[in-house]
């Protein structure tokens, strides 16, 4: 739990470790990187949605895995930095702004991706050993279903009961947290998995599907 506080001085501290994990989780890699290379603009094609998925579409790889690995590590930076500068508990609350930022970002009026990589991001930098709990898991779900929206439902509902055995009960909290606003995000795919409509990895979609999205 976070430690007994005095709120008058401590909430400017709070806020702005907030805000600072919020713009810098907010930073649209996909767009920005699928812009530098002169691709469409990532928001016109597939899902519309930011992350990596989507930019896969672009036919670029190359783009994809590098928005796979920025969108992760602005979740990482976040909780290193104000780990560094202030302490556990702004970076707890650093990682959850970078999360936010990352599903609402402000420069594309609140529309941004689904949060899979910067939720492994922001793990990364609180708990490590459960992001490869979390790897783990979701490499054996999509191995045995091909759903990369399932493993990420079941890896994200698995890394708060992970941390709560472990001894991690600040964290585990804060990832049900996360876990929960994962799940809202992947409400369109959770619907299609029911229906078993869903897209399965190395299935051409149609064009504007909506498929899972980091």
Known sequence: MLHPINWQLALPYYAAALAFGYLL?????GLVLTRLAGTADIRQIGSGNIGATNVLRTGRKGLAA?????????????VLIAYHLFGQDLAVLAGIGAFLGHLFPV?????????????IGVLLGLAWPAALVFGAIWLLVAAVTRYSSLAALVASAATPLFLWFN????????FLLLTVFLFIKHAPNIARLFRGTEGKIGQKSAPAADTPST
């Open 66 to 78: 590098a928005t796979l690995l920025c969108d992760m590590l602005k979740g990482t930076a976040a």
């Open 107 to 119: 420069w594309l009026g609140f529309k941004g991706g689904k949060g899979v990589a910067t939720y």
């Open 25 to 29: 989780g907010s930073i649209p890699f």
């Open 167 to 174: 001894g991690d009960r600040q964290e585990a909290q804060v």
